[in-house]
């Protein structure tokens, strides 16, 4: 007998379909066989079913709808196994509520273990929305990153509030799970002592998705153009767009709030603005917004403290300005940065106050504009004199300082600006520095030179400049020779000028080579790129080195076929300087020394030649006989005077008498016995005169005249 067993029936499970059996057949003999069948379609629950027949002999039939086995005498049993079912994912645990300040940037990554799946893990796609099922706009404060989980946003003042967002996890097979996302924007702790507004106006050169993408685009333009470490600093105000022309109004919390920082806010307006061209973005802030972005135009606003007084009402009848402590003269040194502030007490003006509050400028004596090339330029913005003047620009030149108040009354102070020429010195060591600059803009630009020469101070640590002597700029490539007057010049400064080096190169090389060290490249920023310095040794460190290398030659008066502008010339002291210092004193010395050696020659000689006393010709001979005059020669009077004694007796003269004798005293009076009293040694009288003694030498001859 055979008998059919049909497929396997499953009960009371959801999405139930009918499995199909699959039978396997043996063909070895009559052992004992066990059936598996494995449904074709995976129920969510299927029980295990167990069916035993008696098999005697298998064989197999196929039917059209169904498969089945027909077993004689055998036991078979079908099992069908339970297969896992998807879970949705959970959410581990809820993000912690976020505090953010109105107008600074933030990011916040969600993280990876919020959510948990049983079969994808943390492999899971995130979205975030507004309110339920609202995506997050085009124009909102806040976005979300889904493959990085990050949320960031720049709120600002209008978004102070609390908000409500909701984040979603979705695994493989569409299940999702949801959690909420806190975020309480809060007021700047500052925002009622802001000071200043700084205002940017440009244009979008690229399409961005959202709107707060090229609002953070801005923020790290500033902070690398400020070479900040972050965004902190920076608060941003307000941020409008219309079309493709944006504003971007931001305060740099850097500044202090209790008063008004205008020097710091002019030092932040000049490295946003040109110093050539007024109110035009600077170079700098051009290239840290490009390519997105195209800047426009850069100001400031002030507020509170800063904010510009009301106009005062005036009179009609003002009175102008009037000059109290005239400049007079000013005395720049060949080859030094002149940089000179006009005082304040300079002019002063009864409505408008002292010189800072006037506009002051600089002309000729015959009012006639100063040219951009000229040495001597004047900085209306900081009323200072500044320039470098060359050896070609020696002498006295008049100027005009002219004051002009509110209602356009002026003043003129005339002063004179008298170039000298620079002490002569013997430098020991020379710096030669050269620079991927173009020559004309560095030679004949006033501003770019004094920017040259601060920074060579400040690459020293030096804060003045009075010790760099520029001696000359050359082109081909662009090379500044300068020397430092603080080393020391009787003596070989190996010492200072070795920590000098230092300062510079970074390497053991020495001063013929060795890479620059990165405070050289910090100090010049990217405006002047310095190719190499190097330190070359003159004076007595030269004769200590056994290799000297030649100077450089003379700055080039003009560029190639024109003509240089009016004191833009830069002669250099080379070898005329030498020969005018060295040379030429020392052949004047010698010549000096010649002649005087020929004159006491001639005169050695002619006292030599005029020898003794002689008594010329035989007629000047005859002359002196027929006159009578005796003739002596001088080895006469030196016999004569050898042979006269040395000590002589003294002569007697005629009226010469004897001293007289005292009085005699009278004893007859007294009665006693006289004493002996001697007879005079000369008679009382002497009939005939003492003869006159005759002198033992004799008499000069008479004087003659010539």
């Known amino acids: 007998t055979a008998e059919t067993i049909p497929s396997a029936t499953t009960m009371d499970v959801p999405f139930v379909t009918t499995p199909t059996p699959v039978t396997i057949p043996t063909t070895a003999p009559p052992p004992p066989t066990t059936v598996v069948t494995v449904p074709t379609t995976v129920p969510a629950t299927v029980p295990i079913t167990d069916s035993t027949v008696e098999e005697v002999t298998q064989q197999e039939t196929a039917a059209s709808t169904e498969r089945t086995s027909t077993i004689f005498g055998r036991t078979t049993e079908t099992v069908t196994f339970a297969m896992p079912v998807n879970q949705p994912p959970t959410l581990k645990h809820h993000m912690k509520k976020l505090a953010i300040t109105a107008g600074k940037a933030f990011r916040y990554i969600i993280p990876a273990d919020l959510f948990t799946d049983p079969e994808d893990g943390s492999n899971l796609t995130f979205t975030m929305y507004e309110a339920e099922n609202v995506p997050l706009s085009r124009d909102s404060w806040i976005q979300f990153i889904p493959s990085n989980r990050e949320v960031y946003g720049l709120p600002l003042e ?64 500033i902070v690398n153009l400020f070479r900040y470490t972050d965004m902190e600093k920076l608060t941003v105000l307000n941020a409008t767009q219309n079309g493709d022309m ?35 973005p600077s170079m ?34 003002t009175y102008p300005p009037v000059a109290r402590n005239q400049v007079d003269i000013i005395t720049p040194v060949v080859g030094h940065l002149l940089v000179y502030k006009v005082p304040e007490d300079t002019f002063f003006d009864p409505e408008d ?36 003047p060359a050896p070609s620009d020696e002498g006295s030149i008049n100027y005009q300082l002219i004051a002009e108040d509110s209602s356009q009354k002026t003043a003129y102070d005339s002063l004179m600006v008298d170039v000298v020429r620079a002490p002569t010195i013997r430098p020991t060591v020379e710096f030669q520095m050269t620079m991927e600059y173009p020559f004309p803009m560095l030679a004949y630009n006033a501003n770019n030179k004094r920017k040259v020469v601060e920074k060579l101070a400040a690459l020293f640590g ?50 013929q080579g060795g890479a620059l060290k990165e405070n050289v490249d910090h100090v010049f920023d990217k405006d002047f790129k310095v190719m190499s310095i190097r330190l070359i040794p003159l004076g007595l460190c030269a004769d200590q080195n056994t290799k000297i290398m030649n100077k450089a030659p003379p700055i080039q008066m003009s560029p190639p076929n024109t003509q240089a502008p009016k004191g833009a010339s830069w002669a250099v002291l080379g070898n005329s300087e030498y020969i005018v210092v060295f040379i030429i004193p020392a052949v ?23 020898g003794k006393m002689s008594v010329g010709d035989e007629e000047e001979r005859q002359a ?23 000590h002589k007796s003294p002569v007697i003269m005629r009226e010469e008498k004897p001293p007289l004798l005292p009085p005699a005293p009278d004893y007859r009076s007294s009665g006693e016995d006289a004493p002996y009293r001697p007879p005079p040694p000369f008679a009382a009288s002497r009939t005939p005169p003492r003869p006159k003694a005759t002198p033992t030498y004799r008499k000069p001859p008479p004087y003659v005249p010539p």
């Not at 009301?310 to 009609?316: L, Y």
């Not at 509050?357 to 001597?376: F, V």
């Open 353 to 388: 106050g002292d010189t800072r509050n006037l506009k002051l400028s600089l002309r000729y004596s015959d009012s006639s504009e100063i040219p951009e090339g000229h040495w001597l330029q004047f900085d209306a913005k900081n009323q200072e004199f500044y320039g470098l």
């Open 588 to 610: 004047v010395i010698v010549c000096m020394i010649v002649v005087a050696g020929i004159i006491a020659y001639v005169l050695y000689r002619k006292r030599r030649t005029a």
């Open 158 to 221: 209008a978004h102070v509030s609390r908000w409500n967002f909701i984040v979603e996890a979705v695994d493989s097979e569409g299940l999702s799970a949801r959690g909420p996302l806190d975020i309480t924007v809060q007021q700047h702790k500052s925002g009622r002592t802001i000071n200043h507004q700084f205002v940017m106006q440009f244009k979008l050169n690229k399409e961005y998705q959202n709107t707060i993408g090229w609002q953070i685009r801005v923020l790290e333009g």
């Open 246 to 280: 944006c504003e971007f109004v931001w305060t740099n919390d850097t500044l202090p709030k209790d008063v008004c920082p205008i020097y710091e806010i002019q030092r932040l307006m000049t490295i946003m603005l040109s110093e050539t061209e007024p109110d035009t």
């Open 462 to 511: 030096q804060t003045k400049t009075d010790n760099i002597r520029i001696q000359s700029i050359t082109d081909s490539p662009t090379t500044i020779i300068w020397y430092n007057t603080s080393l020391p010049m009787d003596r070989c400064p190996k010492r200072e000028i070795e920590e000098l080096r230092r300062m510079i190169i970074a390497d053991e090389r020495g001063s």
């Open 624 to 646: 002196f006989r027929s006159k009578g005059i005796p003739v002596i020669f001088q080895d006469e009077l030196e016999e004569r005077g050898d042979s006269e004694p040395v």
């Open 284 to 317: 700098g802030l051009i290239k840290v917004m490009s390519p997105e972005l195209s800047v426009k135009s850069v100001s400031v606003r002030g507020m509170t403290h800063c904010a510009p007084a009301p106009p005062a009402t005036k009179s009609p009848d």
